[in-house]
């Protein structure tokens, strides 16, 4: 009994955070097994606890999402000192790492390349700059905050 209760479980649970048409086979196939004992205190014992396990599986996955949803906030007239060793070009991606002054905190940064000229410019140009800039920022949370 409590080998196919968990069997039933770990596979509604896979169901029900991933979504996938193996996992709701697996479910009805052990749903199926479980109704072919004909067994009523077996049967019910194990769908009381599978509906215990769906609505904990379903309200983790709720406060999962909720921790994930990230607006940006939008800045503008920020200072950025990027220095010229944190850059990295890869095609037209420019990644760099750089001191927000008003933040006072390191910031990892995204630019897409325009032209040809402006990447040329990039790499040749192996100075720090200080840039006045707008744009959004994202904060990464673990989902314990």
């Given at each position: ?28 196939v052990l749903f199926l097994r479980l109704l072919a004992t004909k067994n009523i ?77 402006e990447k040329k410019d990039v790499i040749t140009n192996k100075q720090d700059k ?16």
């Open positions: 009994m409590l080998l196919l209760t968990a069997f039933v479980a770990v596979s509604l649970s896979f169901l029900i955070l991933d979504h996938t048409w193996m996992a709701g086979m697996v479910v009805l205190h077996l049967i019910s014992s194990v769908l009381v606890i599978c509906v215990f396990f769906s609505i904990r599986f379903y309200t983790w996955q709720q406060n999962v999402h909720q921790v994930m949803q990230v607006t940006p906030d939008v800045t503008q007239k920020q200072h950025l000192l990027i220095y010229s060793d944190e850059t990295k070009i890869s095609g037209d991606l420019l990644t760099f790492k750089a001191w927000w002054w008003e933040k006072r905190q390191w910031v990892n940064g995204y630019y897409r390349i325009r032209t040809l000229a200080d840039l006045e800039c707008d744009g959004k920022s994202f904060t990464v949370a673990s989902p314990d905050q």
